[in-house]
């Protein structure tokens, strides 16, 4: 779902399909592109007939699930055939005992993507506004459109930096969300904490913040806050958080927000009753207590994302610091050609150009065998491309 973009959105016109009777769809439809996913690995495989592909290209776990969340899946297995539990009981209250929040400050969804489309639902009428930065993930977008509301993307600033003052200039008596995503997908850069606060202090009140930290535990920087300590000490912002990164479950699709309880009885008041299946409901139970499993991936992040930076380096190739676990890197005019050409060797990794940048492809940081054969790759590529 990562893949999600703008750009990549065709309009809803399905050649040689013509409209029959019935209802018109709602006008909003106009506005919005179906959901083009990026290149899987099976496809490059079938595409290029090879053996070995590596993708790095959609910020998942390269060590896989976690292996308690493997084990409580196989446990759940023989009551599939019940309803999954409409509230997620047991996992919002062990959320709520790690972070020292009352259960009823938590809401589970179907992957952080379905709680933007809920925050979206709760929230906007026809003609309100949602305030976000540029390059940013596309849901925000998505939700907003949905609802027939409008957009104001505010640019980065220099180096890709989150300023709360330039998006604190987009708000307006319209803004009813504004959406900060941090670490920021696709630069991976973060709002610092002492921003984050001063943004907090400055929106009006009907002006909800909802800080997307689905990469928070990936970020180290002494001044990065994932929103948590702000809502223990009663603040009034959602933070939306992912099972697909740190925890390895993208494929079974769990994420969870936390928030005020009155926003999130709002939220809970749109959402159908069994959005979480019952098996991701254990996966994501059993993850958050895989300590050991979140230690491994953490250390191979921080220890990959040097090594690729610094292969970068190696490599004459600019990249941009991140917080993340993944990062961009600069290849100007050729970067297309060295996209196309890393797929041709078997490396997904993903092309920045729909985030408006064409000259950047945006890299997850893998294992070290990964990063080593994309460097080797890229070493190729780039001498090909001289
Ligand atoms: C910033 C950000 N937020 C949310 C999501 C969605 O996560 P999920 O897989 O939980 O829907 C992604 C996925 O890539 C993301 O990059």
């Known amino acids: 779902m990562e893949n999600r973009q703008s750009f990549s959105r065709q309009a809803f016109h399905l050649p040689g399909v013509r409209a029959a009777s019935g209802p018109s769809p709602r006008a909003a439809l106009a506005g919005m592109q179906p959901y083009a996913p990026g290149r899987s690995i099976s496809d490059i495989r079938a595409e290029f007939g090879l053996e070995r592909v590596v993708k790095l290209a959609s910020n998942e776990n390269p060590l896989g699930p976690s292996p308690l969340a493997l084990q409580a899946v196989r446990d759940a297995l023989p009551d599939m055939h019940r309803y999954p539990d409409d509230r997620a009981v047991p996992l919002r209250s062990r959320l709520a005992e790690k972070l020292s929040l009352q259960a009823c400050q938590f809401i589970v969804a179907n992957g952080a993507d379905e709680l933007?489309?809920?925050?979206?639902?709760?929230?906007?009428?026809?003609?309100?506004?949602?305030?976000?930065?540029a390059p940013t993930f596309s849901e925000y977008g998505f939700g907003a459109r949905l609802m027939n509301a409008e957009i104001v993307a505010v640019p980065l600033a220099d180096s890709f930096a989150l300023r709360a003052d330039d998006l604190l200039a987009a708000v307006d008596a319209r803004t009813k969300l504004v959406f900060v995503c941090s670490p920021n997908n696709p630069t991976g850069t973060y709002l610092p904490k002492a921003e984050l606060e001063y943004l907090l202090s400055r929106l009006p009140n009907g002006c909800l913040l909802v800080l997307d930290a689905a990469y928070s535990h990936f970020a180290d920087a002494q001044d990065y806050a994932d929103g948590f300590e702000l809502l223990r000490a009663g603040a009034r912002l959602v933070v939306l958080q992912t099972f697909s990164k740190a925890y390895g479950l993208a494929g079974i699709r769990a994420g969870f927000a936390a928030g005020p309880a009155d926003v999130v009885a709002h939220l809970l008041a749109v959402k159908e009753p069994f959005n979480v299946n019952a098996l991701a409901q254990v996966a994501a139970r059993a993850a958050l207590d895989d300590e050991a499993h979140l230690k491994a991936t953490l250390r191979t992040n921080a220890v990959g994302r040097?090594?690729?930076?610094?292969?970068?380096?190696?490599?004459?190739?600019?990249?941009?610091?991140?917080?993340?676990?993944?990062?961009?890197?600069?290849?100007?005019a050729r970067a297309s050609f060295v996209y196309e050409q890393l797929l041709r060797r078997g490396v997904i990794v993903r092309d920045a150009a729909g985030w408006g940048l064409p000259e950047w492809l945006r890299v997850s940081v893998g294992t070290a065998e990964e990063i080593d054969l994309l460097l080797a790759c890229l070493t190729d590529v780039l001498r090909s491309a001289d």
């Not at 929230?123 to 930065?133: H, K, S, V």
């Not at 292969?311 to 990249?319: A, F, Y």
């Open 116 to 133: 933007i489309t809920l925050i979206c639902e709760a929230y906007l009428e026809p003609g309100d506004r949602i305030a976000t930065f």
């Open 306 to 332: 040097d090594r690729l930076r610094e292969g970068l380096d190696r490599l004459g190739v600019r990249s941009v610091k991140s917080q993340s676990n993944f990062m961009l890197a600069h290849f100007g």
